[in-house]
């Protein structure tokens, strides 16, 4: 359950938080109109405040909403405002925010051009997506039954409510079936990506992550490249089947919600040893590390409030 906090961002102010309301024929309700990022705030190391990557986060939304043919009123730069503005009206540190902007009520058909776009900003104490168990000692993945969406028939490069039910059938079907993490394979049979985050392998110290193909372009995913080469790790941006997660050494997956989670165990086969390798264990040292300000070098990825 997400714990209530004061205030939310909506259209240009703050409203109390069982204020924001929509109207029930909202077209992003009936249709999956929307787009929407998912951003992290952080308790940095020196006990100040700050979001991790917001700007890329941001670029992200309109982004999303340009594949969309979705015109957001507002500036990038009136966003990252707002999302500092919700912060600090809900006087919190470690947050989960999640920007959104959607179609809302007028027409109801599907070409509905003329409906104005709300744009809201929510922020919550958010803890690890998959449990703080599940960060320290990795989660049991199965490779789920429904493929990621086709390129053609979704657009995968934007982050929109509708794409999201692909990912809800897949986590849906592996947690009933007693898993934590669904592995969705692409359309041609290659490992694409969880139900929510980028995935990687590690074979004989080397890091490999599928191509931006049929895959999100993850911030988190592109941290954690830049970390990884900075620490001399060669990593790789390339294909790989699912019998290739079997004999890794190690995989985990990164993104915003989930930060970076070892998995432990993939379709009833122990992952490696069957607990995070060392390779798992530096990039998420390293990663905690940026994004409570305390690598200099990333300090760009902060921005303080």
């Known amino acids: 359950m997400v714990d209530k906090l004061k205030k939310i961002?909506?259209?240009?102010?703050?409203?109390?938080?069982?204020?924001?309301?929509?109207?029930?024929?909202?077209?992003?309700?009936?249709?999956?109109?929307?787009?929407?990022?998912?951003?992290?705030?952080y308790e940095l190391a020196d006990g100040g405040r700050g979001v991790f990557r917001l700007k890329e986060h941001t670029k992200r939304l309109f982004e999303s909403a340009r594949i969309l043919l979705m015109t957001i009123p507002y500036t990038e730069d009136q966003i990252n405002d707002a999302i500092?503005?919700?912060?600090?009206?809900?006087?919190?540190?470690?947050?989960?925010?999640?920007?959104?902007?959607?179609?809302?009520?007028?027409?109801?058909?599907?070409?509905?051009?003329?409906?104005?776009v709300t744009v809201s900003i929510s922020c919550w104490v958010w803890g690890a997506y998959l449990g703080e168990e599940g960060v320290r000692n990795g989660i049991r993945g199965k490779v789920s039954s429904y493929a990621r969406m086709h390129v053609n028939t979704h657009m995968t490069k934007s982050k929109a409510g509708g794409n999201y039910i692909n990912s809800i059938l897949?986590?849906?079907?592996?947690?009933?079936?007693?898993?934590?993490?669904?592995?969705?394979?692409?359309?041609?049979?290659?490992?694409s990506e969880c139900s929510g985050e980028?995935?990687?392998?590690?074979?004989?110290?080397?890091?490999?992550?599928?191509?931006?193909?049929?895959?999100?372009?993850?911030?988190?995913?592109?941290?954690?490249?830049?970390?990884?080469?900075?620490e001399g790790l060669t990593l790789v941006e390339g294909r790989f089947t699912r019998d290739e997660m079997y004999v890794a050494d190690e995989v985990f997956m990164s993104g915003t919600a989930a930060e970076l989670t070892p998995i432990r165990e993939i379709d009833d086969r122990p992952v490696g040893t069957g607990k995070p390798g060392p390779v798992t264990k530096l990039l998420q040292e390293r990663y905690r590390q940026a994004v409570t300000g305390a690598l200099p070098k990333y300090a760009d990825w902060v921005t303080r409030f």
Request: charge should be neutral; aromatic fraction near 8%; charged fraction near 20%.
């Open 84 to 116: 500092l503005e919700t912060l600090k009206a809900n006087d919190v540190k470690g947050a989960y925010i999640r920007p959104i902007a959607f179609i809302g009520e007028g027409a109801m058909g599907l070409y509905a051009v003329n409906n104005p």
């Open 198 to 230: 980028n995935i990687y392998v590690v074979k004989d110290g080397v890091i490999k992550t599928p191509p931006l193909t049929a895959v999100l372009n993850g911030i988190t995913r592109n941290s954690v490249i830049r970390i990884a080469r900075d």
């Open 170 to 191: 897949a986590k849906r079907e592996v947690s009933l079936a007693g898993y934590e993490e669904a592995i969705m394979l692409d359309t041609d049979g290659y490992v």
């Open 9 to 41: 961002w909506m259209n240009g102010k703050l409203v109390d938080w069982d204020n924001a309301q929509v109207h029930v024929l909202s077209h992003a309700l009936h249709y999956g109109t929307s787009v929407f990022e998912g951003v992290r705030s």
